[in-house]
């Protein structure tokens, strides 16, 4: 961790965490397919790791409740200067806060949301922790969604800027900087999917990766999301995650 974070702009992706049901296991795996290492994370959060690339963080994993039907996602964290403040707002905007606020110890203070679409969220205040760091590990995050509806909620939240592009996507905006992307799918995103942020990882070979994750135990998923320079995968537990190119 560094002692002094480098916030992100409020509604920025900043980290992604995984709760599995093995954690041991999740380590093993992401651990061979990215060349992760890890450090104990914060005490608050128990068993719970950060994951590191060349000695940067780059992700969160830890172990959930023991519930074998229990489904096994990463949550993507938005950056926020107020977390109690945004929870607020969370609430006023037709969401709904799941946990927290809450405080990690002196790395920060965190709630776990859900946004009007459905689409599952955290919400993180920097202390001592400002999240990913590790160069070109965590790429532009989407919210893939069958409506542009949601956009006003991210906008009234986390006072962003939401940019169409013309093509069914919204550019959100902090700053004149693009930090994230919602996808408008229609009817492409089954019924029973729902609305979700992606977690996409930035490799140098996406081919080459995908053919490793699969050696150690990933499937392929057919996304809405997709295009031909990233694949979305499953790691062996079922949590989706996606591979792009580095540029």
Do not use: K, N
């Not at 830890?62 to 950056?79: D, F, I, K, N, Q």
């Not at 200067?81 to 969370?90: G, I, K, N, P, Q």
């Not at 606020?101 to 709630?111: C, F, K, N, S, T």
């Not at 760091?133 to 909620?153: C, D, I, M, N």
């Amino acid at each position: 961790m560094t002692d002094v974070p480098s916030r992100r702009p409020p509604g920025t992706p900043c980290w992604v965490s995984l709760m599995a049901h093995r954690a041991d296991r999740a380590r093993d795996f992401y651990g061979a397919l990215f060349g992760w290492e890890y450090v104990p994370g914060p005490e608050q959060l128990g068993a719970y790791v950060l994951a590191e690339l060349d000695g940067r963080p780059v992700a969160g994993i830890g172990e959930g409740p023991p519930a074998p039907h229990r489904p096994v996602s990463w949550t993507t964290m938005l950056a926020t200067d107020d977390v109690d403040r945004a929870a607020e707002l969370v609430r006023e905007c037709g969401g709904t806060v799941g946990v927290g606020p809450l405080q990690v110890g002196p790395e920060g203070r965190l709630a776990l949301a859900v946004d009007p679409s459905g689409a599952v969220f955290g919400i993180w205040e920097a202390g001592t922790f400002g999240g990913a760091e590790a160069a070109g590990a965590l790429a532009l995050s989407e919210l893939v969604t069958r409506g542009p509806a949601v956009v006003g909620f991210y906008e009234a939240v986390f006072g962003l800027e939401a940019v169409a592009d013309g093509a069914g996507r919204f550019l959100l905006r902090a700053g004149g900087r693009s930090v994230a992307v919602v996808r408008d799918v229609g009817a492409r995103l089954p019924r029973e999917r729902g609305a979700y942020w992606t977690t996409p990882f930035a490799v140098r070979d996406v081919s080459l990766t995908t053919a490793r994750a699969l050696a150690l135990g990933a499937h392929t998923l057919g996304s809405a999301a997709d295009s031909p320079s990233s694949v979305t995968l499953a790691d062996p537990e079922g949590a989706a995650f996606t591979l792009v190119s580095l540029t």
